[in-house]
């Protein structure tokens, strides 16, 4: 059967397990799944962007609440400020907390950013950023990797089942499945962002 949506997922996964008394436990074996999937693949379409409009004399502006890694932070000014990733006590030291202006450079602490300087202006922050996979629900029945990639939800959702069925040997079988999935999307999406081509390594000729 076609694996669309959450509810066609679980009745697959049903299925192959040749069982119906796991009807309530299959919505946990997917979500554990997902935790796998998204700790593995960091592909183009879990790419996001977000903007905040930063507050003047505050350094703090709270994180995307879905945000697993930042690629990139930069000013939407003319020309555009791209600020340079600091550790905390490299940015204090740069750029103690009673400097202000325009800021140069960010860290992370918790779920906030902080910036340096200090604004002193109500700068728009644009981040680019990888996020989580989100998480099939009755009211998200759908996302792009169970759209491009069934079979990988299939065989993760199942290795997880096995383990709470105490199938060792069967988790083991699907979870060979699920790695090369896994692997498969992970080149496919190289082969998309670099257009197929081979990296060429330029070397010094010696006259």
Do not use: C
Not at 28 to 44: H, K
């Amino acid at each position: 059967m076609a694996i669309t949506t959450f509810d066609e997922l679980k009745t697959s996964v049903a299925n192959w397990l040749g069982r119906d008394d796991l009807t309530d436990r299959i919505p946990e074996f997917v979500a554990l799944a997902e935790g796998r999937m998204s700790r593995t693949v960091f592909a183009r379409a879990q790419e996001a962007r977000a903007t905040a409009t930063l507050t003047a004399d505050d350094a703090y502006t709270s994180l995307p609440t879905d945000l697993r890694q930042i690629r990139s932070v930069q000013l939407n000014t003319t020309p555009t400020t791209v600020l340079r990733f600091m550790p905390p006590g490299m940015l204090e030291q740069t750029y103690p907390s009673t400097a202000s202006g325009k800021p140069l450079a960010y860290t992370v602490i918790g779920t906030e950013i902080k910036f340096a300087p200090t604004p002193d202006s109500g700068y728009v922050a644009e981040i680019l950023y990888t996020q989580g996979i989100p998480a099939l629900s009755a009211t998200q029945t759908n996302n792009t990797y169970l759209t491009r990639s069934p079979d990988a939800y299939l065989y993760g959702t199942l290795v997880e089942a096995h383990r709470y069925l105490m199938d060792p040997a069967q988790a083991n079988n699907f979870d060979q499945l699920f790695s090369r999935s896994m692997g498969e999307i992970k080149a496919e999406d190289e082969e998309a962002r670099w257009g197929g081509s081979p990296l060429q390594m330029k070397t010094a000729s010696t006259p």
